[in-house]
Structures are given as structure tokens and as C-alpha cells.
């Protein structure tokens, strides 16, 4: 685990005053004991945080749609989740899903992200948004790993995220992706079902144990966008009820999770160097600084002005979380440092083969309806970083 522990350090966000380091330094201070098995964040209807409990762990949910005091954009929220993730017990789980509108195809006229542009229109309050709440994520995971907790982090597969996220996560050469179809797990009758697919990044190919793909018969779906005028739009409704996990999918992670071997036993055979520069897909991405200079990501804490009418009825979408809820009009804050990605050389280009973050591309194709099965190439057999 001294490897992890160091990639963790390495970490260069700064959130609310916090780094990663001054956290696990004070960790066993602000925290009597640690008495959680999962913590749930952006928890939507709690499907993973229910399944928990049902097979008797003690687990925490944490989401704003069901208390203001859980804004976790706020630093208040985010001190308080922050208290849940120390609490967690080691080889405990923490599930996070964080607000996904702003990384995904239907908002892009808005929020400006592209393969090359993943930090967007930085102008635009629900990309600071999604910035703030994706980095508190990436932060969580860095405390969370070196503490030995295994965590997973889902976007739907054709959300920037992950290339967003990309200087952090590739810190941690045991992430690893998998694919879950919603309509595999779904209740639904058959052609009323959703093809979601949702990409999870975890602590290890346990997360393969829950990756589903569609089986609908004739591979038949209900749209959650449609042409009008020429133009992609969104029914509101059916994409407000694809934010819920299935219960199904809730059981099927949990089950995945408590059979996973501790994280110290799974990563202490990864040997955690740095990759040469010719053989790193990493090399333009993140920072400009130097090999080894680790400079601050820092958050501006300034508020941002309140969304106003002209925000929402310009972007439909602003209500449509494909996550979770909809939090474009929580308490953002500004990201304008973070660093950029170069236009020409996004090693997540195309590829997505659900194996080690260091050695491969993470997916940020984008969900289409006209393709009956879209996804189906991008659950492949997962393989290991290289052995000690």
C-alpha cells in the first residue's frame, strides 16, 4: 500500500482550503472510529445505500435532493461527506455517481466540452458546477484509496468525466472500468426499458462481476431522445426516470464489492513506476509544469451569481441529470485554473477496454439511438497492469 499511499499524496487538488495530505494527516482526529462499511455519495434513490442495509452493513447516504445540508458544492456538505469518507473502514466502499448534465452530448452547446475542451465554457455556471462536484470526487477517491477503501465512480459511458478527471485518476494504475446496460437490470417491460449504459471506474476488476449488457429482444428501447425539427431533443420525463439505478443494479455492486479482496492485497503486486515517456498515453495530459513539479489545482471559493430564467429556458437539460438530480443550481465554484488538455494527443479518444487506467483509453463515444446496440463492443476481457 506505500505506493498507493504516494500516488495519493501526489495528488495536487486543493478543495475548501484541503489537500489530500493535510486530510490524511488529521484524518484520525477528526474521526473516533471508523464504523461505516459504504457510503453512498450523490445517492439519487439510494439503491446502492438500500442494498447495503439489507444485507446488514451499516452504510450512509449522502445526496442535497434530500437535505440541504448535503450540498456538497458548499463547504459546509463537503466537510460533512468529507467525515463520512474518513469514517469508512478499511476495504469498506464508497459508491460515488457525481451530477453528470454538464459532461454529456445533449448540453454541449452550452457547456463547450469537447475530447479536446473537457473543462468546457468555464463562463458557464453548470460547467463550474460539474467541475467542482467531478474534482471533489477525484479527491474523495485519493483519501479513500490511501486509506485502503475500495471506491467505484460511474458517469454514463459517453460522459467527459474521465478525460476531465484524467490527471488524477491516472494516479491510480488499479482503476479499472466496467459497463452495466440499465435495461439488463430493469423491471421494465420489455421496449420500455433504457438503454443506459453506465461506466464505472473502481478499485480493482471486481467491478467486472456486475458488468451486464443488453439482452432485449430485438433490441428494442424507449428513446430518451428524439428529432424535432432536425435537431436532438430530450423527453424530460423518461430521462428524469433513467437517473435511478434499478434496485437490481444496487444488489449486483454490492455483491461485487463484498467479494473483492482487501484493496492492500489487490494493488500490492502493481508495480507503481512511472511509465517512459514513449510508452505513456499520459504524457500530454494534465499540467505543462515539468516532470515531478506538482502544481495546485486551486478552486476559487468566490460564489457564483444564482442561475437566472434566461439559463434554464436556453438549456432544457439543466434539469435532466443522467446520474443523479439535477444540481446546476447548488453553489458552484470557479475551476478556471484547472489545467487543459492538449487539442491534438486524448489518449481517451475511441477505446474503452475495461482494463488498468495506466495502460489504456477510456471511452467518450456518445450514446446514439440510431445504433441498436451502440455499446456492445465496450466490455472486453480485462487485463492486468504488469506484475511485479
Avoid at 18 to 27: D, G, I, N, S
Avoid at 114 to 142: C, H, W
Avoid at 188 to 196: N, Q, S, V
Avoid at 235 to 259: E, F, H, I
Wanted: charged share 25%; glycine share 4%; net charge negative.
Amino acid at each position: 500500500m506505500d505506493g498507493v499511499v504516494a500516488a495519493a499524496l501526489s495528488c495536487t487538488l486543493h478543495l475548501f482550503g484541503f489537500t489530500v495530505t493535510a486530510v490524511l494527516e488529521k484524518a484520525e482526529e477528526w474521526v473516533e472510529a471508523r464504523d461505516l462499511d459504504v457510503v453512498e455519495l450523490w445517492s439519487g434513490v439510494e439503491a446502492i445505500t438500500r442494498a447495503a442495509i439489507n444485507k446488514r452493513f451499516r452504510a450512509r447516504a449522502f445526496d442535497v435532493i434530500h437535505s440541504p445540508t448535503e450540498d456538497i458544492t458548499t463547504e459546509a456538505g463537503f466537510n460533512l461527506a468529507l467525515r463520512y469518507v474518513l469514517r469508512l473502514r478499511p476495504s469498506g466502499l464508497l459508491a460515488m455517481a457525481p451530477v453528470c448534465s454538464s459532461f454529456t452530448f445533449p448540453n454541449t452547446s452550452n457547456t463547450k466540452r469537447t475530447k479536446s475542451r473537457v473543462q468546457g465554457d468555464i463562463d458557464y455556471e453548470p460547467v463550474r458546477a460539474g467541475n467542482l462536484m467531478a474534482n471533489i470526487a477525484a479527491f474523495f477517491l485519493a483519501v479513500a484509496v490511501a486509506r485502503g477503501v475500495h471506491c467505484s465512480m460511474e458517469n454514463p459511458a459517453g460522459s467527459l468525466m474521465f478525460s476531465f478527471l484524467a490527471p488524477t485518476l491516472r494516479l491510480f494504475p488499479f482503476l479499472v472500468a466496467g459497463i452495466a446496460d440499465r435495461c439488463a437490470y430493469s423491471e421494465e417491460p420489455f421496449g420500455e426499458r433504457f438503454k443506459k449504459p453506465y461506466k464505472f471506474m473502481a478499485t480493482g476488476d471486481w467491478i467486472h462481476a456486475m458488468a451486464r449488457k443488453c439482452s432485449c429482444p430485438n433490441k428494442e428501447h424507449a428513446h430518451l431522445m428524439t428529432d424535432v425539427d432536425g435537431k436532438k431533443t430530450g423527453n424530460l420525463s423518461l430521462m428524469k426516470a433513467s437517473q435511478a439505478y434499478p434496485d437490481a443494479l444496487g444488489v449486483a455492486l454490492v455483491d461485487a464489492w463484498s467479494r473483492a479482496p482487501a484493496l492492500e492485497h489487490q494493488v500490492q503486486s502493481l508495480e507503481l513506476v512511472e511509465c517512459q515517456e514513449d510508452e505513456n498515453p499520459w504524457d500530454n495530459v494534465g499540467e505543462d509544469a515539468p516532470a515531478g513539479a506538482h502544481t495546485p489545482q486551486v478552486l476559487n471559493s468566490e460564489p457564483i451569481r444564482p442561475l437566472n430564467a434566461a439559463d434554464i429556458d436556453d438549456n432544457p437539460w439543466l434539469d435532466v441529470d443522467e446520474g443523479r438530480h439535477n444540481s446546476a443550481d447548488c453553489n458552484p465554484f470557479d475551476t478556471q485554473r484547472l489545467s487543459k488538455i492538449d487539442a491534438d494527443s486524448n489518449p481517451w479518444d475511441d477505446d474503452d477496454q475495461g482494463s488498468a487506467f495506466r495502460n489504456y483509453h477510456v471511452a467518450t463515444r456518445q450514446s446514439t439511438e440510431s445504433d441498436d446496440d451502440p455499446w456492445a463492443e465496450f466490455v472486453q476481457p480485462h487485463k492486468r497492469a504488469r506484475q511485479v
